[in-house]
């Protein structure tokens, strides 16, 4: 190899190490700012919780039709994946696990509600029915896009249009571990509301660490339960989806920035290596000439 093409590709080779980097460093920012968004509504999801808990025993709770449970015939399944790359197997392990979700049922009792085309797609071409479809482009998460999913799919459920709504997405654990999971939405139960909690707050990390919040002992409810849950469970199931897509946003950026920083590193072993090749090939050369000319005096003095 000649030393131009090798001086050529070490240039190379430093600039994506710069362009690396630099995703790196923006995709652990708008990690962080995620997560903040996550854990600042955590207080939000503990509060309905502890509502929907001193309720559960009412027969409020459990004659509404967004709690009712039925022989599972029809589902409705949520998938959240990103329109982006550069983020290892992020997608694919969260459509795998929503693969392996609806796999024990025919594709007519499946419908998709799809939140980034890779997911979306990925059902279309297998014959399943795409009820609704977003784009994930945006950095940002619009609560509003998802009262309108929340909507939907609550609105669905009481027709009996579905027996389950299971959602499909990413669980952010750690900067290095984020997990493809499942969780069931509808019926909406304790066990959900309790399993949304937990998630919001990662393994390890700064926000790992953060103070349980107390419930108040007694509930003064006007005008009546029935009317409170009316508002609230449906509440709840966008809530719900808000902090799902939250999760899968933190999982994205994180898992984009471990990637780009074994880039990094990969780009940094890279133009070591060729720097050492470089000056090998170029000292071989002086050497070679400086034989030639030793060589050369040699003969001329002979």
Do not use: C
Not at 128 to 157: C, I, Q
Not at 213 to 242: F, N
């Amino acid at each position: 190899m000649a030393l131009k093409d090798i001086k050529s590709k070490i240039k190379a080779t430093e600039r994506t190490h710069k362009v690396t980097r630099a995703m790196e460093a923006v995709s652990a920012v708008k990690m962080r700012k995620t997560q903040g968004d996550a854990l600042a509504g955590r207080p939000y999801a503990r509060a309905a919780l502890a509502i929907l808990a001193r309720l559960s025993g009412s027969t409020e709770v459990a004659r509404h039709p967004l709690a009712q449970v039925r022989p599972v015939e029809r589902v409705a399944l949520v998938i959240l994946t990103s329109d982006k790359g550069l983020a290892g197997a992020l997608n694919s392990a969260v459509i795998k696990a929503a693969a392996d979700a609806v796999a024990a049922y025919p594709v007519t009792a499946v419908t998709v509600y799809g939140y980034g085309k890779k997911g979306e797609e990925y059902f279309a071409r297998r014959g399943y029915r795409v009820a609704m479809r977003y784009e994930n482009k945006k950095d940002t998460v619009e609560l509003s896009v998802m009262e309108e999913l929340g909507a939907a799919l609550s609105s669905g459920f009481i027709a009996g249009d579905y027996d389950q709504v299971i959602v499909a997405y990413s669980n952010f654990k750690s900067t290095f571990e984020q997990i493809p999971a499942v969780r069931a939405l509808l019926p909406l139960s304790l066990a959900t509301v309790e399993q949304l909690v937990r998630d919001i707050v990662p393994v390890k990390g700064k926000w790992s660490e953060l103070p349980a919040i107390a419930a108040p002992a007694a509930y003064s409810l006007e005008p009546e339960d029935g009317t409170v849950l009316e508002y609230l469970l449906p509440r709840l199931v966008s809530v719900s989806l808000y902090h799902f897509l939250l999760e899968a946003k933190a999982s994205e950026h994180s898992a984009r920035m471990v990637a780009m920083k074994n880039a990094s590193d990969k780009s940094e072993e890279v133009a070591h290596d060729l720097t050492r090749l470089f000056n090998k090939i170029r000292q071989a050369g002086i050497t070679r000439e400086v034989s030639e000319i030793v060589g050369g005096r040699e003969a001329l003095a002979t």
